[in-house]
């Protein structure tokens, strides 16, 4: 099985930073590496929207309201998905998730869904 834990909110001042991170790992003890991740956020009675994904090869896409604030990266052979997140702003507060495809050395890509991680940004 392959798991994906966020881990990395919490309560903040609005211009302050956060770094968000989600973990991939399998049971199965193989090698393996994320192919895609995508972090998403929920805000309080909003839908879920997409914030910044990254894809083999480090191509990155933000979303405008994200644009030159936040940063995606990958880190630690590919296993750990990084969101920086700089001068945050109250309609940042929102729960964030990971998706992403993870591929090991035995499997097809799996796409896994990490459990949200709370962000507040106190204006």
């Known amino acids: 099985q392959v798991h994906l834990v966020g881990s990395g909110g919490g309560l903040v001042q609005a211009g302050g930073s956060l770094r968000l991170s989600c973990q991939a790992s399998v049971t199965s003890g193989s090698i393996f590496r994320i192919d895609r991740a995508t972090w998403y956020r929920q805000g309080p009675g909003k839908q879920r929207e997409m914030v910044a994904s990254i894809s083999t090869g480090d191509s990155t896409n933000y979303a405008d309201f994200v644009k030159g604030r936040f940063t995606i990266s990958m880190a630690n052979f590919k296993t750990t998905v990084y969101l920086q997140m700089n001068n945050l702003k109250s309609e940042d507060t929102a729960v964030y998730y990971c998706?992403?495809?993870?591929?090991?050395?035995?499997?097809?890509?799996?796409?896994?869904w990490g459990q949200g991680t709370q962000v507040i940004v106190s204006s």
């Open positions: 998706n992403a495809d993870v591929r090991t050395a035995i499997t097809v890509p799996t796409n896994v």
